[in-house]
């Protein structure tokens, strides 16, 4: 019992000096967003040492110009690369495809685990075994079908590729595995179709694991900063991760201001893991509970 108390210790203090560690560059971002750029540039020159350099981390004037000009932009400032509108396609994008793709996913993982049809193995391994190659070697190929579809410089873009992640399809598929056919049978035997079977039976036992898929999806697509800069050339349908370089340009050496724009680009999907971190634990200890 002593053993198994310390090294609960142990595990907690290894997993707390982690976590002070992970937390340093957050707080090194947060503190120096709020320091006007004048002070940002001045408050490292001519250290004398750690503590030194420590102790100016701290702003000497606390600031929300920079968070302030992002939006409603100030003086002399270019307005070319506007935040306001990178911030709103980005979550139209990110929200529109986490969307989509719960619905494809969910449907998909239901057909190869539940729906015994010709070859459904055989395709699900088949593309599982593509997914195993770089997502850079399909640009070109994905730039093309974007121009032949007239998505160049459309949001549309960015929300329908991906939406079949085979990644996601085999995570829900795994789960489903440890859900009982028999509630499947006692249902068909109700009277219900297949569609009934996914719509009252599957999604309801599967809820915490939707939760996780969403998660990466919102993830996935909020971060995405590659596709986006290919396929995306107008200013105004940049989303915010893609629009930071833009920004970078417009303000040169403001680096508090690139600071408070990096920072404005974490929000969402911290907040977004703030409010659903309950069902994404659950979603990671589903399984063992549903085999119990």
Do not use: C
């Not at 997502?135 to 730039?143: D, R, W």
């Not at 121009?147 to 160049?152: I, Y």
């Not at 085999?170 to 079977?197: C, T």
């Not at 396929?231 to 940049?238: E, G, H, K």
Request: aromatic share 14%; glycine share 8%.
């Amino acid at each position: 019992m002593e053993t198994s108390q310390s090294r609960r210790k142990l595990s907690f203090v290894f997993l707390a000096v982690l976590g002070f560690f992970w937390v340093i560059p957050i707080l090194w971002l947060v503190l120096n967003s709020f320091k006007s750029d004048p002070d940002f540039i001045t408050s490292f020159t001519n250290l004398k040492g750690p503590l030194d350099y420590a102790s100016r981390l701290w702003p000497k004037n606390f600031t929300l110009v920079n968070y302030v000009e992002l939006f409603v932009g100030g003086a002399g400032a270019n307005t070319t690369a506007d935040m306001l509108p990178m911030v709103q396609n980005s979550f139209i994008v990110s929200i529109s495809h986490t969307i989509l793709a719960l619905i494809v996913v969910s449907l998909s993982a239901f057909a190869y685990e539940r729906l015994d049809f010709p070859g459904g193995n055989a395709i699900f391994w088949g593309l599982m075994y593509l997914s195993m190659f770089p997502n850079v070697v399909g640009l070109l190929p994905m730039f093309k079908i974007a121009t032949a579809l007239g998505w160049v410089n459309n949001l549309n873009a960015l929300i329908w590729p991906g939406l079949s992640g085979v990644f996601n399809i085999f995570l829900l598929r795994n789960f489903l595995k440890g859900i009982p056919k028999a509630l499947d049978e006692a249902a068909y035997i109700d009277g219900a179709s297949s569609f009934q079977v996914y719509r009252h039976v599957m999604l309801p036992s599967i809820k915490p694991v939707l939760i996780v898929v969403a998660l990466f999806s919102f993830n996935g697509s909020w971060n995405d900063f590659l596709w986006p800069t290919i396929v995306l050339t107008d200013v105004r349908q940049q989303t915010l991760t893609a629009g930071l370089r833009l920004l970078m340009g417009q303000y040169e050496q403001k680096w508090a201001h690139l600071i408070a724009s990096v920072l404005v680009s974490m929000v969402p999907p911290f907040v977004l893991y703030l409010g659903a971190q309950n069902y994404f634990l659950s979603g990671i200890s589903i399984q063992a509970g549903v085999k119990g």
